[in-house]
């Protein structure tokens, strides 16, 4: 026993096909008992409805051999009738061909295993009928009504089954869809940052060498992270903050008194993790959206609520699009997050301030179903 238990442990898919089929086995074994007293209902009546003798053993056993056989019959012709690629489902037509033909080999065995239960060894099974051929009839449409019930059981599991397998694999082509975007996001902001933090530093150069240095060491930081999280979708929120660190360096530097960036984190950030590079992403937002000089400087705060969430905000100074916001930072930020919690991504405008809390993820997070959203 413990042998086969450590076997199915180290071979998982066994273990799920074990598992299933016993389930499977399980169900079968109590949807029999339920037909062969409904079956022995319909003729005796009384205390004898429990009886095991030799008729009650007959009905029970022919009902287990008729219902594994439409079951398995059944399961048989969906298999050859399924169809291949992505939408696996029975459409109408199919399944009423299966109906016909799991009828057309049920009903020859059925009146079979009856004729000779009723008339060859009637001396066996002793269920001698005051009218026999009525008993047999009676049997035959009993076994076949309750053969078709189970036909249609199964092929309305099956297609709640295919479905719910259909919404899986829709919800993962989905999940690489949003990912492809993310990575395309991803591209986009690393060639923006560097041309404009060569600019940056071609002026350093003449102005502050050692503050050039500087530039250089955290414009090196920034792109080591990039590239070493670049396959990453989530990240440590200790790592995020150091990149930011040298993040906020550069935009300071970039933009001298116009632009201040704080962060007030009380938790430790060892112990969460978010979508790599969302709080970049979330600052880069703002500084696209909003204008900002040392009259009218943009001032951008990151505070951890609790153990809950962080919030990213900035006062608005709303500068004139060219053209409508789409929106894809934000958006993919949401669906990110979506993937990992059902916590909501809020955004906010209140009292002259633009403000997005992200829900902060244990860093044993695991994935759930992808949530709509709106």
Same mark, same amino acid.
């Given at each position: 026993?413990?042998?086969?238990?450590?076997?199915?442990?180290?071979?998982?898919?066994?273990?799920?096909?074990?598992?299933?089929?016993?389930?499977? /086995?399980?169900?079968?074994?109590?949807?029999?008992?339920? @037909?062969?007293?409904?079956?022995?209902?319909?003729?005796?009546?009384?205390?004898?409805?429990?009886?095991?003798?030799?008729?009650?053993?007959?009905?029970?056993?022919?009902?287990?051999?008729?219902?594994?056989?439409?079951?398995?019959?059944?399961?048989?012709?969906?298999?050859?009738?399924?169809?291949?690629?992505?939408?696996?489902?029975?459409?109408?037509?199919?399944?009423?061909?299966?109906?016909?033909?799991?009828?057309?080999?049920?009903?020859?065995?059925?009146?079979?295993?009856?004729?000779?239960?009723?008339?060859?060894?009637?001396?066996?099974?002793?269920?001698?009928?005051?009218?026999?051929?009525?008993?047999?009839?009676?049997?035959?449409?009993?076994?076949? /009504?309750?053969?078709?019930?189970?036909?249609?059981?199964?092929?309305?599991?099956?297609?709640?089954?295919?479905?719910?397998?259909?919404?899986?694999?829709?919800?993962?082509?989905?999940?690489?869809?949003?990912?492809?975007?993310?990575?395309?996001?991803?591209?986009?902001?690393?060639?923006?940052? /560097?041309?404009?933090?060569?600019?940056?530093?071609?002026?350093?150069?003449?102005?502050?060498?050692?503050?050039?240095?500087?530039?250089?060491?955290?414009?090196?930081?920034?792109?080591?992270?990039?590239?070493?999280?670049?396959?990453?979708?989530? @990240?440590?929120?200790?790592?995020?903050?150091?990149?930011?660190?040298?993040?906020?360096?550069?935009?300071? @530097?970039?933009?001298?008194?116009?632009?201040?960036?704080?962060?007030?984190? +009380?938790?430790?950030?060892?112990?969460?993790?978010?979508?790599?590079?969302?709080?970049?992403? /979330?600052?880069?937002?703002?500084?696209?959206?909003?204008?900002?000089?040392?009259?009218?400087?943009?001032?951008?705060?990151?505070?951890?609520?609790?153990? +809950?969430?962080?919030?990213?905000?900035?006062?608005?100074?709303?500068?004139?699009?060219?053209?409508? +916001?789409?929106?894809?930072?934000?958006?993919?930020?949401?669906?990110?997050?979506?993937?990992?919690?059902?916590?909501?991504?809020?955004?906010?405008?209140?009292?002259?301030?633009?403000?997005?809390?992200?829900?902060?993820?244990?860093?044993?997070?695991?994935? @759930?179903?992808?949530?709509?959203?709106?």
């Amino acid at each position: 026993m413990y042998i086969y238990q450590y076997y199915l442990k180290n071979q998982p898919l066994l273990y799920m096909i074990s598992k299933s089929y016993l389930k499977k /086995l399980l169900l079968r074994f109590l949807m029999v008992n339920v @037909v062969y007293f409904l079956a022995k209902s319909t003729i005796e009546h009384g205390d004898d409805v429990v009886d095991f003798d030799e008729p009650a053993l007959f009905y029970y056993f022919t009902a287990f051999f008729l219902f594994m056989l439409a079951f398995e019959t059944n399961n048989w012709l969906i298999r050859k009738n399924k169809p291949s690629g992505l939408n696996k489902s029975l459409d109408t037509s199919s399944g009423i061909k299966i109906m016909l033909i799991n009828v057309v080999i049920l009903a020859p065995i059925t009146a079979l295993v009856y004729y000779l239960g009723i008339f060859e060894f009637d001396h066996i099974f002793k269920i001698r009928p005051e009218e026999p051929w009525l008993r047999f009839r009676v049997d035959f449409f009993r076994a076949m /009504l309750l053969g078709f019930a189970i036909i249609v059981f199964n092929l309305f599991y099956y297609s709640l089954k295919q479905k719910k397998e259909l919404d899986n694999t829709m919800n993962k082509l989905k999940k690489e869809a949003i990912t492809s975007k993310y990575r395309s996001l991803k591209n986009q902001i690393s060639p923006h940052f /560097l041309f404009n933090s060569l600019n940056t530093l071609t002026s350093l150069m003449y102005e502050d060498r050692d503050l050039a240095s500087d530039f250089v060491s955290r414009l090196a930081t920034c792109y080591r992270y990039i590239l070493d999280n670049r396959e990453e979708d989530l @990240v440590s929120l200790e790592k995020e903050l150091n990149f930011l660190d040298s993040f906020i360096f550069m935009m300071n @530097v970039r933009h001298e008194k116009a632009l201040t960036i704080s962060t007030h984190i +009380s938790i430790d950030p060892k112990e969460y993790v978010i979508p790599t590079l969302s709080l970049q992403m /979330l600052v880069e937002n703002a500084l696209k959206h909003n204008y900002y000089s040392k009259e009218k400087p943009l001032e951008i705060s990151i505070i951890s609520i609790e153990k +809950s969430s962080i919030i990213i905000q900035n006062n608005l100074h709303i500068r004139k699009q060219k053209e409508e +916001s789409t929106q894809l930072g934000l958006k993919n930020i949401k669906t990110r997050y979506s993937f990992y919690t059902n916590q909501k991504v809020i955004i906010e405008t209140e009292n002259n301030y633009f403000k997005v809390t992200i829900p902060l993820l244990s860093k044993d997070i695991k994935e @759930v179903s992808i949530l709509k959203i709106s």
